[in-house]
């Protein structure tokens, strides 16, 4: 199989010059998480734009300093399972795809594990508990916003399950809610985040609404998380196969869910990247 098999061949994109208002409306608009970026006025390649990437360069306002150059690009004709590989080891969730140095489609997780797992007879029919990641990062629904953040980007998560006084999953909040949440400010003096009490740089449940990012700072409303979190979450059953897993990530356009047992408790959390080696297994067989 080829990547031309399995691609998507309608892509959306961005153009440089352009702006962080630029992706960050074309993504609310579209739903998507990161966009190839070309040269205005034409379809030539120069770069990739993620929601990550926005999050962390929270000093930049210029597409060109927000966007990675240069990125590794495969063609319509290369053989899926490299493509596959080098999303394992680059640990990257889509490839721009280029033919004649332009821009003609873009491969993602998802698109890989519907055409390699969703319909298979045998892997397809496997339950998903070998890949259910019992280390789940949860907090309450009633901490504030900001620590939330603190605790999701401490854990080098892209994702905090929220759990309510009796511990049942009330929700959930994820990379893309933050931004959307937040606003930059303009800060020089970085010390002055350290508010709450004077002469302290101690981290405290009240003292800090405030996220440094590089030389400027990403405000947080300082509300409960609880105001603000995806309330009705798709989650997934502990005996769920492969193939229900695959079918749910791409129908509902997620990469990630909190995973139930039968009795309805969280027991743990499961991604599309996960599937990813099962992919590649599949097809060397």
Known sequence: MMVKDCMQSDVIYVSVPGTRDDVLQLMAEKQV??????KKGTKSLVGIVTRTDLLRKADENQLVMLMVRNPITVSPRTDLKTATKIMIDKGYR???????????????IPDILGAVLEND????????????????????????????????????????????????????????????????TVEDNISKTFSGQDNTVEWGWTSKDFLVVTKKLLKLPNVPVSEVMTKNIISISEISTISELV?????????????????????????????????????SE
């Open 247 to 283: 079918r749910t990530f791409r129908n509902e356009q997620i990469d990630q869910a909190p995973v139930l047992n039968i009795a309805g408790n969280l027991t743990g959390m499961i991604e599309d990247k996960d599937l990813l080696k099962l992919a590649l297994d599949a097809q």
């Open 33 to 38: 998480n990161g966009v190839p970026v070309v």
């Open 94 to 108: 889509r490839l721009p795809v280029v033919e004649k140095d332009e821009l003609v489609g873009l491969i993602s």
């Open 121 to 184: 007879d045998e892997i397809g029919s496997k339950e998903i508990s070998e890949f259910i990641s019992k280390e789940i990062t949860a907090v309450w629904d009633q901490t504030p916003l900001p620590l939330t953040y603190m605790i999701m980007d401490m854990a080098g998560k892209n994702s905090i399950v929220l759990i309510n006084e009796s511990g049942g999953v009330s929700g959930m909040i994820t990379v893309s809610d933050y931004i959307r949440l937040s606003e930059v």
